[in-house]
Protein backbone atom coordinates (compact mmCIF):
# COMPACT_ATOMS: atom_id res chain seq x y z
CA UNK A 1 0.00 0.00 0.00
CA UNK A 2 1.04 3.76 -0.59
CA UNK A 3 1.29 6.55 2.24
CA UNK A 4 2.83 9.98 1.81
CA UNK A 5 5.36 11.25 3.93
CA UNK A 6 5.20 15.32 4.58
CA UNK A 7 8.16 17.69 5.98
CA UNK A 8 8.31 21.52 5.88
CA UNK A 9 10.86 21.41 2.97
CA UNK A 10 10.04 17.88 1.34
CA UNK A 11 7.88 14.94 1.28
CA UNK A 12 7.98 11.08 -0.63
CA UNK A 13 5.60 8.77 -1.16
CA UNK A 14 6.58 4.64 -1.01
CA UNK A 15 4.76 1.30 -0.50
CA UNK A 16 4.63 -0.60 2.58
CA UNK A 17 5.15 -4.54 3.31
CA UNK A 18 3.81 -4.48 6.62
CA UNK A 19 1.27 -2.07 8.32
CA UNK A 20 3.21 -0.46 11.07
CA UNK A 21 4.46 3.07 11.81
CA UNK A 22 7.86 1.97 13.08
CA UNK A 23 10.14 2.06 9.20
CA UNK A 24 12.36 -0.92 11.13
CA UNK A 25 9.06 -3.05 10.66
CA UNK A 26 7.04 -2.34 7.96
CA UNK A 27 9.35 -2.67 5.00
CA UNK A 28 8.76 1.21 3.77
CA UNK A 29 10.19 1.78 0.23
CA UNK A 30 10.56 5.32 -1.66
CA UNK A 31 8.94 5.21 -4.47
CA UNK A 32 8.83 9.33 -5.20
CA UNK A 33 10.51 12.08 -3.51
CA UNK A 34 9.51 15.34 -3.53
CA UNK A 35 10.92 19.19 -3.00
CA UNK A 36 8.95 21.47 -1.25
CA UNK A 37 8.74 25.00 -1.62
CA UNK A 38 7.85 27.67 1.46
CA UNK A 39 4.20 27.35 0.97
CA UNK A 40 4.13 23.62 1.19
CA UNK A 41 4.03 23.59 -2.65
CA UNK A 42 5.45 20.80 -5.23
CA UNK A 43 8.91 21.91 -7.11
CA UNK A 44 10.37 19.08 -7.88
CA UNK A 45 9.57 15.27 -7.77
CA UNK A 46 12.05 12.67 -8.34
CA UNK A 47 10.70 8.98 -9.09
CA UNK A 48 11.95 5.36 -9.59
CA UNK A 49 14.21 5.03 -12.64
CA UNK A 50 12.37 1.79 -14.47
CA UNK A 51 15.56 1.68 -16.64
CA UNK A 52 18.04 1.13 -13.39
CA UNK A 53 16.69 -2.05 -12.53
CA UNK A 54 17.19 -1.18 -8.48
CA UNK A 55 13.84 0.15 -7.10
CA UNK A 56 16.31 2.13 -4.90
CA UNK A 57 17.32 4.63 -7.61
CA UNK A 58 15.18 8.05 -8.05
CA UNK A 59 15.74 9.86 -10.94
CA UNK A 60 14.69 14.03 -11.35
CA UNK A 61 11.06 13.55 -13.17
CA UNK A 62 10.24 17.11 -13.46
CA UNK A 63 10.40 20.72 -11.95
CA UNK A 64 7.19 23.08 -11.70
CA UNK A 65 7.19 26.33 -11.46
CA UNK A 66 4.65 28.58 -9.38
CA UNK A 67 3.84 32.16 -9.63
CA UNK A 68 0.86 34.24 -6.50
CA UNK A 69 0.04 30.14 -5.25
CA UNK A 70 -0.24 28.65 -8.74
CA UNK A 71 1.28 26.29 -10.36
CA UNK A 72 1.87 27.99 -14.12
CA UNK A 73 4.93 25.68 -15.73
CA UNK A 74 6.45 22.22 -15.50
CA UNK A 75 9.75 21.47 -17.05
CA UNK A 76 10.51 17.54 -17.63
CA UNK A 77 12.49 15.52 -19.87
CA UNK A 78 9.70 16.76 -23.09
CA UNK A 79 10.40 20.04 -22.13
CA UNK A 80 8.95 23.10 -21.11
CA UNK A 81 4.95 22.96 -20.71
CA UNK A 82 2.50 26.05 -19.51
CA UNK A 83 -1.09 25.75 -18.14
CA UNK A 84 -4.26 27.59 -18.57
CA UNK A 85 -6.46 27.30 -15.72
CA UNK A 86 -10.42 28.25 -15.49
CA UNK A 87 -11.25 30.89 -12.38
CA UNK A 88 -11.04 28.48 -9.79
CA UNK A 89 -7.51 27.30 -10.73
CA UNK A 90 -8.20 23.96 -12.87
CA UNK A 91 -6.44 23.54 -15.59
CA UNK A 92 -8.19 23.83 -18.66
CA UNK A 93 -5.33 23.90 -21.57
CA UNK A 94 -1.55 22.64 -21.92
CA UNK A 95 0.95 23.88 -24.54
CA UNK A 96 4.59 23.80 -25.54
CA UNK A 97 7.10 26.44 -24.83
CA UNK A 98 6.07 27.66 -28.21
CA UNK A 99 2.50 28.17 -27.70
CA UNK A 100 1.39 24.88 -29.48
CA UNK A 101 -1.79 23.47 -27.59
CA UNK A 102 -0.68 19.78 -26.31
CA UNK A 103 -3.53 18.50 -23.85
CA UNK A 104 -7.14 19.79 -23.76
CA UNK A 105 -8.52 19.32 -19.94
CA UNK A 106 -12.02 18.49 -18.95
CA UNK A 107 -14.39 17.50 -16.09
CA UNK A 108 -17.59 17.87 -14.35
CA UNK A 109 -17.85 20.70 -11.87
CA UNK A 110 -16.65 18.36 -8.97
CA UNK A 111 -13.58 17.03 -10.53
CA UNK A 112 -14.78 14.34 -11.44
CA UNK A 113 -15.06 12.90 -15.13
CA UNK A 114 -11.31 14.66 -15.57
CA UNK A 115 -9.65 14.00 -18.96
CA UNK A 116 -6.72 15.26 -19.44
CA UNK A 117 -4.36 13.01 -21.11
CA UNK A 118 -0.79 12.23 -19.81
CA UNK A 119 0.39 15.47 -17.80
CA UNK A 120 4.34 16.34 -16.13
CA UNK A 121 2.07 16.75 -13.32
CA UNK A 122 -1.06 15.61 -11.63
CA UNK A 123 -2.27 19.07 -10.18
CA UNK A 124 -5.51 19.20 -11.92
CA UNK A 125 -8.61 20.12 -10.03
CA UNK A 126 -8.35 23.90 -8.67
CA UNK A 127 -4.24 23.19 -8.76
CA UNK A 128 -4.51 20.04 -6.24
CA UNK A 129 -2.66 17.07 -6.87
CA UNK A 130 -4.48 13.89 -7.83
CA UNK A 131 -2.72 11.07 -6.35
CA UNK A 132 -2.53 8.39 -8.79
CA UNK A 133 -3.11 5.25 -6.21
CA UNK A 134 -6.23 6.61 -4.48
CA UNK A 135 -7.65 8.84 -7.73
CA UNK A 136 -8.29 11.28 -4.60
CA UNK A 137 -6.94 14.83 -4.46
CA UNK A 138 -4.33 16.37 -1.85
CA UNK A 139 -5.68 19.27 0.07
CA UNK A 140 -3.01 19.43 2.78
CA UNK A 141 -4.91 18.63 5.63
CA UNK A 142 -7.70 16.25 3.93
CA UNK A 143 -8.20 13.84 0.77
CA UNK A 144 -10.94 15.02 -1.54
CA UNK A 145 -12.81 12.37 -3.57
CA UNK A 146 -13.64 13.76 -6.72
CA UNK A 147 -15.93 10.87 -7.91
CA UNK A 148 -18.30 11.41 -4.71
CA UNK A 149 -18.09 15.28 -4.24
CA UNK A 150 -17.04 14.51 -0.85
CA UNK A 151 -13.71 14.98 1.12
CA UNK A 152 -12.77 11.53 2.80
CA UNK A 153 -12.48 13.13 6.42
CA UNK A 154 -14.70 15.49 8.17
CA UNK A 155 -13.93 19.40 8.55
CA UNK A 156 -12.51 18.92 12.31
CA UNK A 157 -12.98 23.29 12.40
CA UNK A 158 -16.61 23.94 11.21
CA UNK A 159 -16.72 27.59 11.95
CA UNK A 160 -18.62 28.53 9.40
CA UNK A 161 -21.45 26.94 10.00
CA UNK A 162 -24.69 28.63 9.38
CA UNK A 163 -28.29 26.84 11.16
CA UNK A 164 -29.94 28.55 8.61
CA UNK A 165 -27.78 26.55 5.77
CA UNK A 166 -28.12 23.39 5.89
CA UNK A 167 -25.23 22.82 3.55
CA UNK A 168 -23.36 24.14 6.21
CA UNK A 169 -23.70 21.08 8.56
CA UNK A 170 -22.07 18.40 6.37
CA UNK A 171 -18.33 18.04 7.60
CA UNK A 172 -17.56 16.05 4.45
CA UNK A 173 -19.31 18.26 1.85
CA UNK A 174 -16.81 20.29 -0.71
CA UNK A 175 -17.28 24.27 -0.88
CA UNK A 176 -20.94 23.86 1.00
CA UNK A 177 -21.67 22.13 -2.38
CA UNK A 178 -21.28 25.40 -4.84
CA UNK A 179 -17.84 24.11 -6.86
CA UNK A 180 -18.35 26.04 -9.93
CA UNK A 181 -18.33 29.67 -7.37
CA UNK A 182 -15.95 28.31 -4.35
CA UNK A 183 -13.19 26.54 -4.10
CA UNK A 184 -11.53 24.94 -0.11
CA UNK A 185 -9.09 25.82 1.03
CA UNK A 186 -9.38 25.47 4.59
CA UNK A 187 -6.43 25.58 7.67
CA UNK A 188 -4.28 28.03 9.69
CA UNK A 189 -3.19 31.54 9.17
CA UNK A 190 0.04 31.84 6.84
CA UNK A 191 2.52 34.19 8.12
CA UNK A 192 2.16 35.85 4.82
CA UNK A 193 -1.68 36.48 5.31
CA UNK A 194 -0.27 37.60 8.73
CA UNK A 195 1.17 40.85 6.85
CA UNK A 196 -1.44 41.41 4.98
CA UNK A 197 -3.83 41.89 8.05
CA UNK A 198 -1.55 44.14 9.67
CA UNK A 199 -1.73 46.39 5.81
CA UNK A 200 -5.65 46.35 5.72
CA UNK A 201 -5.67 47.37 8.93
CA UNK A 202 -3.61 49.90 9.43
CA UNK A 203 -2.21 51.39 6.06
CA UNK A 204 -3.03 55.68 6.54
CA UNK A 205 -3.09 54.85 10.25
CA UNK A 206 0.56 54.30 10.30
CA UNK A 207 3.85 54.76 8.22
CA UNK A 208 4.75 52.51 5.81
CA UNK A 209 8.15 51.76 7.52
CA UNK A 210 6.31 51.28 10.73
CA UNK A 211 4.00 48.63 8.83
CA UNK A 212 7.06 46.42 7.95
CA UNK A 213 8.43 46.22 10.69
CA UNK A 214 5.33 45.09 12.30
CA UNK A 215 4.62 42.84 9.56
CA UNK A 216 8.29 41.26 9.99
CA UNK A 217 7.86 40.45 13.69
CA UNK A 218 5.22 38.24 11.97
CA UNK A 219 7.88 36.16 10.28
CA UNK A 220 9.74 36.37 14.00
CA UNK A 221 6.64 35.26 15.87
CA UNK A 222 6.00 32.22 13.85
CA UNK A 223 9.81 30.98 13.44
CA UNK A 224 9.71 30.12 16.56
CA UNK A 225 6.22 27.84 16.26
CA UNK A 226 8.00 24.61 16.86
CA UNK A 227 8.30 25.61 20.88
CA UNK A 228 7.06 22.75 22.67
CA UNK A 229 7.40 24.24 26.05
CA UNK A 230 5.60 28.02 25.22
CA UNK A 231 2.22 27.98 22.88
CA UNK A 232 1.15 31.57 24.36
CA UNK A 233 2.21 34.22 21.80
CA UNK A 234 0.57 31.32 19.27
CA UNK A 235 -2.94 31.19 21.51
CA UNK A 236 -2.26 27.48 21.44
CA UNK A 237 -1.64 25.01 24.69
CA UNK A 238 0.93 22.69 24.66
CA UNK A 239 0.44 18.72 25.48
CA UNK A 240 -0.51 18.67 28.91
CA UNK A 241 -1.54 21.91 29.68
CA UNK A 242 -4.85 23.06 30.48
CA UNK A 243 -6.32 24.92 27.98
CA UNK A 244 -7.96 27.34 30.15
CA UNK A 245 -4.28 28.04 31.72
CA UNK A 246 -3.03 28.84 27.99
CA UNK A 247 -5.90 31.07 27.26
CA UNK A 248 -5.16 33.02 30.22
CA UNK A 249 -1.24 33.07 29.52
CA UNK A 250 -2.09 34.23 25.61
CA UNK A 251 -4.72 37.01 26.94
CA UNK A 252 -1.76 38.03 29.47
CA UNK A 253 0.71 38.17 26.99
CA UNK A 254 -1.82 40.15 24.65
CA UNK A 255 -2.02 43.02 27.65
CA UNK A 256 1.65 42.89 28.22
CA UNK A 257 2.73 43.51 24.64
CA UNK A 258 0.25 46.38 24.41
CA UNK A 259 0.92 48.13 27.34
CA UNK A 260 4.36 47.67 26.78
CA UNK A 261 4.16 49.22 23.03
CA UNK A 262 2.06 52.11 25.13
CA UNK A 263 5.33 52.62 27.53
CA UNK A 264 7.41 53.25 24.18
CA UNK A 265 5.25 55.69 22.56
CA UNK A 266 6.13 59.26 23.40
CA UNK A 267 3.32 62.16 23.91
CA UNK A 268 3.49 63.16 20.04
CA UNK A 269 2.41 59.27 18.94
CA UNK A 270 6.02 58.33 17.84
CA UNK A 271 6.79 54.61 19.01
CA UNK A 272 10.05 53.16 19.51
CA UNK A 273 11.37 50.39 17.58
CA UNK A 274 10.84 48.66 20.88
CA UNK A 275 7.37 49.29 20.69
CA UNK A 276 6.66 48.58 17.11
CA UNK A 277 7.61 44.99 18.00
CA UNK A 278 5.75 44.46 20.88
CA UNK A 279 2.83 45.90 19.14
CA UNK A 280 4.05 43.52 16.00
CA UNK A 281 3.83 40.26 18.43
CA UNK A 282 0.78 41.46 20.12
CA UNK A 283 -1.09 41.24 17.03
CA UNK A 284 0.06 38.30 15.63
CA UNK A 285 -1.54 36.68 18.77
CA UNK A 286 -4.22 38.40 18.84
CA UNK A 287 -4.77 37.27 14.78
CA UNK A 288 -3.68 33.63 15.50
CA UNK A 289 -6.88 33.47 18.62
CA UNK A 290 -9.19 33.81 15.62
CA UNK A 291 -7.59 30.99 13.55
CA UNK A 292 -9.72 27.70 13.13
CA UNK A 293 -6.21 25.81 13.90
CA UNK A 294 -5.40 27.87 16.83
CA UNK A 295 -8.56 28.22 18.96
CA UNK A 296 -12.26 25.98 19.32
CA UNK A 297 -15.67 27.67 17.89
CA UNK A 298 -15.63 29.32 21.61
CA UNK A 299 -12.16 30.47 21.62
CA UNK A 300 -10.36 28.08 23.98
CA UNK A 301 -6.88 27.18 22.32
CA UNK A 302 -6.23 23.73 21.07
CA UNK A 303 -3.25 21.87 21.98
CA UNK A 304 -0.21 22.18 19.54
CA UNK A 305 1.20 18.64 18.89
CA UNK A 306 4.56 19.91 16.49
CA UNK A 307 5.26 19.96 13.14
CA UNK A 308 5.75 16.67 12.87
CA UNK A 309 3.70 15.08 14.83
CA UNK A 310 0.12 13.76 14.69
CA UNK A 311 -0.12 14.46 10.71
CA UNK A 312 -3.20 15.30 9.31
CA UNK A 313 -4.15 17.28 12.30
CA UNK A 314 -2.81 19.90 14.13
CA UNK A 315 0.82 19.64 13.19
CA UNK A 316 0.77 19.34 9.56
CA UNK A 317 -2.43 21.57 9.41
CA UNK A 318 -0.37 24.96 10.97
CA UNK A 319 2.42 24.17 8.51
CA UNK A 320 0.09 23.75 5.14
CA UNK A 321 -2.54 25.98 6.50
CA UNK A 322 -4.82 28.78 5.04
CA UNK A 323 -2.98 31.42 2.88
CA UNK A 324 -6.79 32.85 1.80
CA UNK A 325 -9.03 34.90 3.61
CA UNK A 326 -12.05 32.80 2.80
CA UNK A 327 -11.07 29.98 4.98
CA UNK A 328 -12.96 31.39 7.11
CA UNK A 329 -14.63 35.08 6.48
CA UNK A 330 -15.42 35.47 9.60
CA UNK A 331 -12.54 34.93 11.23
CA UNK A 332 -10.67 37.17 9.09
CA UNK A 333 -12.99 40.22 9.79
CA UNK A 334 -12.33 39.18 13.49
CA UNK A 335 -8.98 39.61 12.90
CA UNK A 336 -8.60 42.51 10.76
CA UNK A 337 -10.78 44.22 13.80
CA UNK A 338 -8.81 43.10 16.56
CA UNK A 339 -5.35 44.44 14.68
CA UNK A 340 -7.08 47.75 14.51
CA UNK A 341 -8.11 47.91 18.13
CA UNK A 342 -4.63 47.09 19.41
CA UNK A 343 -3.26 50.05 17.68
CA UNK A 344 -6.00 52.28 18.62
CA UNK A 345 -5.36 50.59 22.29
CA UNK A 346 -1.40 50.62 22.46
CA UNK A 347 -1.02 54.53 20.87
CA UNK A 348 -4.59 56.77 20.43
CA UNK A 349 -2.77 59.77 20.09
CA UNK A 350 -1.58 58.70 16.23
CA UNK A 351 -5.02 56.96 16.17
CA UNK A 352 -6.57 60.29 17.20
CA UNK A 353 -4.69 61.98 14.67
CA UNK A 354 -6.06 59.98 11.96
CA UNK A 355 -9.58 61.23 13.39
CA UNK A 356 -9.93 57.08 14.78
CA UNK A 357 -11.32 57.19 18.25
CA UNK A 358 -13.75 55.02 20.45
CA UNK A 359 -17.01 56.47 18.41
CA UNK A 360 -16.02 55.95 14.99
CA UNK A 361 -14.25 52.44 15.59
CA UNK A 362 -16.46 50.16 14.75
CA UNK A 363 -17.58 52.25 11.29
CA UNK A 364 -13.78 52.40 10.41
CA UNK A 365 -12.92 48.67 10.94
CA UNK A 366 -15.97 47.73 8.79
CA UNK A 367 -15.27 49.93 5.91
CA UNK A 368 -11.46 48.36 5.70
CA UNK A 369 -12.73 44.76 6.34
CA UNK A 370 -15.99 45.40 3.42
CA UNK A 371 -13.27 47.55 1.11
CA UNK A 372 -11.22 44.09 1.08
CA UNK A 373 -13.60 41.77 0.80
CA UNK A 374 -15.09 43.87 -2.34
CA UNK A 375 -11.20 43.85 -3.84
CA UNK A 376 -10.96 39.89 -2.90
CA UNK A 377 -14.51 39.34 -5.33
CA UNK A 378 -13.24 41.76 -7.87
CA UNK A 379 -9.74 39.92 -8.38
CA UNK A 380 -11.25 36.40 -7.52
CA UNK A 381 -14.17 34.66 -9.13
CA UNK A 382 -15.73 37.80 -9.70
CA UNK A 383 -17.79 36.63 -13.12
CA UNK A 384 -18.56 33.71 -10.87
CA UNK A 385 -20.27 34.97 -7.58
CA UNK A 386 -23.81 36.13 -7.33
CA UNK A 387 -24.78 39.38 -5.96
CA UNK A 388 -26.57 37.16 -2.80
CA UNK A 389 -23.09 35.56 -2.34
CA UNK A 390 -21.27 38.64 -2.75
CA UNK A 391 -23.04 40.04 0.06
CA UNK A 392 -23.44 37.22 2.23
CA UNK A 393 -19.46 37.03 2.12
CA UNK A 394 -19.38 40.51 2.94
CA UNK A 395 -21.37 40.27 6.02
CA UNK A 396 -19.79 37.16 7.14
CA UNK A 397 -16.48 39.39 7.29
CA UNK A 398 -18.50 41.54 9.06
CA UNK A 399 -19.00 39.25 11.82
CA UNK A 400 -22.81 38.29 10.72
CA UNK A 401 -22.25 34.52 11.45
CA UNK A 402 -25.75 33.45 9.73
CA UNK A 403 -24.36 34.92 6.74
CA UNK A 404 -20.99 32.33 6.65
CA UNK A 405 -22.08 30.03 3.59
CA UNK A 406 -18.90 29.73 1.58
Known sequence: MKRKRDKLVGAAKGSLTVWSCDPALNGFQTTNDYVLGPG????????????????????????????????????????????????????????????????????????????????????????????????????????????????????????????????????????????????????????????????????????????????????????????????????MAVPGQNPQVAKENADNFIVSNIAQAAQGTDASGNMSSDALNHLGDAMHTLQDMTSPMHTSDDGIPLVWLGSFANRGTNGIAHWLGANDPSDSWSRFGLAIRLTLAAFVQANPVAAAKHGLNSDNFEKAADQRISEFVNQYIDANQSNWWSEADKEATRQCALGNRAACVH
Open 40 to 235: GEQTAEMGVDVNSGSANTLVWQHTNVWAAGALIATYDNDGLHFYFNDPLGTRRVQTDYAGVVEQKCQSLPFGDGESCGTTPTEHLFTGKERDAESGNDYFGARYYASTIGRFMSPDRTPFGIAPGDPQSWNLYSYARNKPTTSIDVGGAWWTPLHSEMIDVALNGFMSAGEILQLQHRQDVMDSHAGDMTDQRGHY
